[in-house]
C-alpha cells in the first residue's frame, strides 16, 4: 500500500491532490486532446486513483513526484504522464484513436457508394397516402424498363413483386434473406429482381430501381437499409415511394450527391370517413370489419368473443409465417366464405391486399421503442393511425368507400385528432456500421470482443444532421451471447446480424447451437435440426403449443439465412424449406382454430385465472409513457380488479398470485364508471364485459361478508408469502 511509504505522509492528503488533479480544466482539455472524451476521462481517473491509493508497487519515478507534490515542491499537473499512461494501458484505442476516428466517420455517406456516383441517377418520389396508387405508378414503369429491381420491407411485398411481374411476362427474380428464385428454369439470373431492402446489390446496374416505404428510413433499427440503397443504388431512375413527410429529407440528401429530385403528388382513390360513433359492442360487428389490436393478448381475447357469437373471423399478426398469413387474408377476402371479420395488429399496415370496409381500433395506445432502445407504451402516431386506417375501402375492391372508428367512445375523438394532425417530416436517415468498417477496427483493437468493437465505434462516430447511427442493442446482445464461441470476426458479425426476436428463447438458443457446432467445423445437417426441433411436430392443442411452432419456423428460417451465407455448413435448405412449408400449414390448422386453443389453454389454468400469453414485445423494465397504467408482475385473474389491471398492464404473466381488495361497494361501482376504468377501456386493457364480471364477483364476495379472497388472517398470510417470493 502507498500509505506504508515514508515519503508519503498521509493517505488523505494523496487523496486530495488526486481529486485537485481530477477537477482542472487543463487536465481536461490535455485528456480531451488525447482521446478522452468525459466518460472516459472520469473512468480513467478512478482507475488510477484506485492503482495510487491501493497498489502495494507504485513505480519508482510515480512516487517521487507523488511525493514532491505532497511536500509543496512540485505541482499536481506533473501527474498527467502517469495518468495518460495507465489510461492508455486500461483504454488500448487511445494509442490509434485518430485512426479509429477516420473509420467511424460517417458524415459523408454517398461516397461509400462509387458506382452510384459515376452515374447521373434521376430521383421521381411518388408521394401520397395509403390506397392512392404511388406505388402502383412505380411498378409500371419498373414492368416496362429493360432490367429494375424493387426494394421492399417485407418478404411478402416482394413476394407479390416477384408474382406480378412474372405474370405480366416480365420475367423476375425474389432474393429475401431466406430464399431464392429463378424466373429460368436453368438458375440464370433475370434482368428483373424483387427483394427484401436488405439484400438489394448497389454493385449491379439497373435501368429502373423502385424503393418502396421510403418513411422507413427513420426507422431506429431498420433506416439504414433505406439509406444504403437510396444512396447505393446504380440505376438510371430511382423511382421513390411513401409519405410525403420524407419528401424534404431525400430531396436534401439528393443534394449532398448532386442530383434533383422530381415529386409526384398522389391522393386516395377512395373516400376515408372516420365514423362519428364508436362501435362499443362486439355484436355491431358487420361483414368487412377490421379489429385492428396490438397485443396477442387482445387478439386471442377479442376472436374468442366474436366466436362465442357465432360468427367466424380471420387471424392475423405479426409472428405468424408468411404463409399463414396471406391464407388467413384469402379467406377473410373470399366472398364465398362464411368469414367476414379480421382480427389484426398494425401487421396488416402493409404487405397485404384485404377487402376491408370498416377499421376499428381496438386500443389507441401500443408498445414502442424510442431512439435510446427502451421501450414504451404510447399512443399511436398519426403516421401509424393513417397507414392503419388507409386499409379500408381499397381501390378495386367490393368497397368503395372506406370507413374508420375506435371500439370504446373514449378513444374516438383522441383517433378523430390524430387522424387531423400532419405527419411530422421525416429528419434525419439511419446509418450502421458495415462489416469492413468493424474489421479495421478489429486490426487496430485486437483484443477487443465484437460487442466492445461497436460500442467503441458508435461513441466514436461522427454524423452530421441528416443522419443517426441505428440502435445495435439486438446486434450487442448476439455478439454477447456467442462470444465464448471460438469464430473469426467476419463469421461472428454474419451470426449477430442474423434476424431474430431475441425475445424467443428457443431461437436463441438455436443460434447459440449453430454457432457452437459451426465453430466446430461440424455441418448442420437437416437430421441434426429435426432432432433439435423434434420434427414432425403435431397440430397445436392450446396457445402455448402454437407460440411454439411459430419459434420453430424462426428457427426453420434462421437456418435458411445461414444457408446462403454458409451453404458448405448449413447444406440441407431444400429438405429445410421443404418442412417449413409442412409447419406452415400446421400453423394455419392452429389458427384457424384458435378460439378452441384459448380454451383449451384457459381451462388447464388454475380455475377462475385466465392465462395470459407471454407477448412478442415484453414490457419488463419498460419506460412508460404518463398515460399508461403502471407497470406490474403477476398474472392476469378476474377475481379481483386490481389483479386484472396489473395483467392487462403487464400483459406478460408467468404466475397467478391472488390478491386482497379492499375497499366499499361504493368504491368498486366508481372503479366501473370513473376515470381508471374508462382509462383502461379506452387502451384496451379491459373489457365491460370483464368489468361487469368483476362487479358481479366482488358484489358476491360482499355479500357473504369477503372482500378479498379470504379472511384478515388469510390476506396477511398471503403478503407474507408474497414478501418471501420477492425475497
Known sequence: MLLKHSSVKHSSEVLKNLNKFYKRKEIQRLGAE?????????????????????????????????????????????????????????????????????????????????????????????????????????????????????CGPLKLLAHEIFQKSNDANVPCDLVTGEERLFANEDSRQAPHVACTIEMCSTNTPYEVAVIDEIQMIRDPARGWAWTRALLGLCAEEIHVCGEPAAIDLVTELMYTTGEEV?????????????????????????????????????????????EARGLECAVIYGSLPPGTKLEQAKKFNDPDDPCKILVATDAIGMGL???????????????????????????????QALQIAGRAGRFGSSFRQGEVTTMHRDDLAQLRDILREPVPPVQAAGLHPTPEQIEMFAYHLPDATLSNLIDIFVSLSQVDGMYFVCNIDDFKFLADMIQHIPLNLRSRYVFCTAPLNRKEPFVCTTLLKFARQFSRNEPLTFDWLCR????????????????????????????????????????????????????????????????????ASQSAAAPGTAEVVAEDFPLSGTQRD??????????????????????????????????????????????????????????????????????????????????????????????????????
Open 262 to 306: 422530381e415529386v409526384r403528388n398522389y391522393e386516395r382513390l377512395t373516400p376515408l370517413t372516420v365514423l362519428d360513433y364508436a362501435l362499443e359492442s362486439l355484436d355491431n360487428l358487420r361483414a368487412g370489419d377490421c379489429i385492428v389490436c396490438f397485443s396477442k393478448n387482445d387478439i386471442y381475447s377479442v376472436s374468442r368473443q366474436i
Open 532 to 599: 433439435h426441433t423434434k420434427w414432425p411436430l403435431a397440430a397445436p392443442k392450446n396457445i402455448k403449443e402454437l407460440v411454439h411452432l411459430e419459434a420453430v419456423h424462426d428457427v426453420f428460417d434462421l437456418y435458411l439465412w445461414l444457408s446462403y451465407r454458409f451453404m458448405d455448413m448449413f447444406p440441407d435448405a431444400a429438405l429445410v424449406r421443404d418442412i417449413q412449408k409442412k409447419l406452415d400449414d400446421i400453423i394455419q390448422i392452429g389458427v384457424c382454430n384458435i378460439t378452441k386453443l384459448i380454451r
Open 34 to 150: 488525447n482521446g478522452l472524451d468525459a466518460r472516459l476521462f472520469h473512468q480513467a481517473f478512478i482507475s488510477f486513483r484506485k492503482y495510487i491509493m491501493e497498489s502495494s508497487s507504485v513505480s519508482a519515478d510515480l512516487h517521487i513526484i507523488l511525493n514532491d507534490i505532497c511536500c509543496g515542491a512540485g505541482h499536481v499537473d506533473d501527474l498527467f504522464p502517469f495518468f495518460l499512461r495507465h489510461a492508455k494501458q486500461i483504454f488500448p484505442m487511445l494509442d490509434c484513436m485518430d485512426d479509429l476516428r477516420k473509420i467511424s466517420d460517417l458524415r459523408l455517406p454517398p461516397n461509400w457508394y462509387p458506382d452510384a456516383r459515376a452515374i447521373q441517377r434521376k430521383i421521381i418520389f411518388h408521394a401520397g397516402p395509403t390506397n392512392s396508387g404511388k406505388t402502383y405508378h412505380a411498378i409500371q414503369r419498373f414492368l416496362s424498363a429493360k432490367s429494375g429491381i424493387y
Open 353 to 383: 391486399n384485404l377487402c376491408i370496409r370498416r377499421i376499428i381500433f381496438n386500443s389507441i395506445v401500443k408498445p414502442t421503442v424510442n431512439e435510446k432502445g427502451e421501450k414504451e407504451i404510447d399512443t399511436i402516431t398519426t403516421s
Open 626 to 727: 404518463p398515460r399508461a397504467v403502471p407497470e406490474r408482475h403477476g398474472a392476469a385473474s378476474t377475481e379481483a380488479l386490481s389483479i386484472a389491471v396489473e395483467a392487462a398492464g403487464l400483459r406478460r404473466a408467468k404466475s397467478t398470485r391472488p390478491s386482497r381488495l379492499g375497499g366499499r361497494q361504493e368504491e368498486l361501482k366508481s372503479y366501473g364508471r370513473g376515470s381508471l376504468a374508462n382509462r383502461l377501456l379506452r387502451e384496451g386493457l379491459l373489457t365491460q364485459e370483464m368489468l361487469r364480471q368483476l362487479e358481479s364477483e366482488w358484489q358476491d364476495q360482499h355479500r357473504n361478508g369477503r372482500y378479498g379472497f379470504g379472511s384478515k388472517r388469510d390476506d396477511q398470510h398471503s403478503s407474507k408469502e408474497t414478501r418471501k417470493k420477492r425475497k
